[in-house]
Every structure is written in C-alpha cells, then in structure tokens.
C-alpha cells in the first residue's frame, strides 16, 4: 500500500468559529513522508506547523495546534476528512490563525479534497499500530484501544436530553465509511451554552449554519437533523480528527465512552509517551489491507432515548 497525496492545489474561504472573521485556506499536495503539514500566514511571513500529541495546546470549543508562539484553531474536521480519505501527505496553508469552521461538518472538506483528486507516491504507507490493550479512564469518561489492522470505532455518548439520551455507533472507518456515515454529522451545542459563549466574547463566528443548536426539548435549526443519531456521528468525527495529530495514521480498535478533545489528546498523548509498550511502526506491504475497502453499509448502530 502506497503513500497517497492529492493531484492539484484547491482553495477555500470561510467564517472562523473563534474570530468570526474570514479566513482562508490551499490545500496543496506534499511530497513522500510529509505527513500533515500547517503553513501559518502572518505579517511576519510563513511559519510551519507539524501537528504531534504535544502540539495541543487547547481543547476548549475546539483543537488547537500551537508551537514557537504560533497557533491554529479548529484543526480536527479538516483533519478527519484527510485522515479519513486515506490522505498521507498534505500541505494545508491557511490565513487567519484557524480552519473556516464551514458548515460544521467535514463534508467540505471532503468535497474540496475529492475536487483536488489523488496522486500515489512512491514510498510504502507508514502506521503506527496498537500492539496490546490499553484502557484510560477520566471522570468516568475511557477510551480504550486493542490491536486492529484498519480504525475500528465503538462509540457511546450520553446527554440528559430528550433528543439525544444514550447514542452508539460502531464502525470500520474506510474512506467510503467516512464520506456516507461521517462527513456530513455537524457539530452541536446547547442554547443556554451559546448565549453564555456569545456574552463571555468566545465562538463569534459560531451560528445556526455551522452547528446543530438544541433548547431544553428540541433542535432549533428549522431544517432539523441530518441523521437521528448525529451527534454520535459527529462525536466519531472528532475522534477520528483528534487521533490523526500524529505524523502517519493510527491503526487500532477503540472502544470510547463520553470522551472530548481534552481526553482525546490527553490519551494520544498517553499512547505517544508509552509507544514502546503500546505501539509499533508498520510500513505496509503493497497488497491492499483485507477490509479496508469495506462498503459504507458495513456499520452497527443503536441509539436509545434515556427515559
């Protein structure tokens, strides 16, 4: 299996959910072995950014990347959508200090990506795979990884309310997965949690058109839901975001329970720190991986209201 960048350069602008101001970003392709890569445009000129567990500097409404004083916002959709269409390498430049938040979701990102087309490289795809369980629990929050050939997500929320109660999706993430099952769940949020945002001067550029807005028994946003069950969805999004801050892809089968970017970066860092226990490097032969190619109906999924 073959390292993969995209074929040409595309670019986009949009809102940014801490700022709300304009902000714009290229997609260009990247070299063998390049990984992830930020390029920062500032008045001082361009400055480089590699995302790594360390590099997580806050995990508030969003994941932030930061290093040498530079920083960039609400990295994990676009990131997803590249890790989750089987992208290795990318150069991403962007102006404004964060992704546009788009929509919300990453179907975006995923069309700008499908637009830029694919172009194999010459070096043999590098992982980092799970060698043995591990299980890290916080608050009653876990996440916990076994070994797997591919990304495999078992995921449980749980809110107190009447839309959303106690959600579970299971799934092999494949590129086909990710674009029918996950790209589109949009993020959401909690009304009495927007307007105390909105007066503390945070998430100026968060609306009604790039998030899912709940009150106390239903959802504002007059179009409704995507799916009955996106806000687990979406919760696997981030997942897959937040655990592609690593220089190639994370293989393993993860159970995940009630986590957030804040538990999401603290066990990838867990799993950085102690790599020679619990991960090892793989550079992968050039037959494809049995089940990686999965169709998207290739998915488990339940979903309970709490009484």
């Known amino acids: ?41 500032n008045g001082s000129g361009r400055r480089f950014l590699t995302p790594r567990p360390e590099s997580v500097i806050a995990t508030g409404l969003a994941t932030t990347l930061g290093q040498g004083g530079d920083s960039l916002a609400t990295v994990e959709h676009l990131m997803a959508a590249v890790r989750g269409l089987g992208i ?8 404004g200090g ?16 499908r637009m830029a087309g694919e172009r194999t490289l010459s070096a043999r795809r590098k992982v980092y795979r799970v060698t043995k369980p591990v299980e890290f629990k916080r608050e009653g929050k876990l996440i916990r990884a076994e070994p797997c050939d591919g990304f495999h997500v078992d995921y449980t929320i749980e809110f107190p309310h009447p839309l959303i109660g106690r959600q579970s999706l299971a799934m092999q993430v494949t590129p086909q997965s990710f674009t029918a099952m996950l790209a ?23 609306s009604l058109d790039n998030a899912v807005v709940l009150d106390d028994y239903g959802v504002v946003n007059t179009e409704g839901l995507r799916f009955s069950d996106e806000f687990v969805r979406h919760k696997i999004l981030d997942f897959v975001g937040d655990m ?16 957030g970017h804040a538990l999401n970066n603290a066990f990838l860092r867990h799993l950085w720190v102690n790599a020679d226990e619990y ?29």
């Open 1 to 41: 299996m073959l390292q993969k960048t995209i074929h040409k350069s595309v670019a986009c602008s949009g809102i940014g959910l801490h700022s709300g101001k304009k902000v714009r970003l290229v997609l260009r392709p990247a070299g063998e072995n390049t990984g992830i890569l930020f390029a920062l445009q």
């Open 279 to 307: 991960l090892e490097e793989v550079s992968l032969g050039l037959e494809p991986v049995a089940g990686l190619e999965a169709e998207p109906d290739m998915v488990t999924a339940s979903a309970a209201v709490l009484a």
């Open 88 to 95: 290795d390498n990318i150069l991403v430049d962007v102006e």
């Open 184 to 206: 589109k769940a949009r993020t959401f949020g909690f009304l009495r949690e927007v307007e105390y945002l909105r007066k503390n001067g945070l998430a100026l550029g968060g």
């Open 244 to 259: 592609a801050v690593l220089d190639a892809p994370l293989w393993g089968s993860f159970t995940v329970f009630a986590s």
């Open 98 to 113: 964060e992704i546009p938040i788009m929509d919300g979701s990453a179907a975006s990102f995923v069309y700008l990506l």
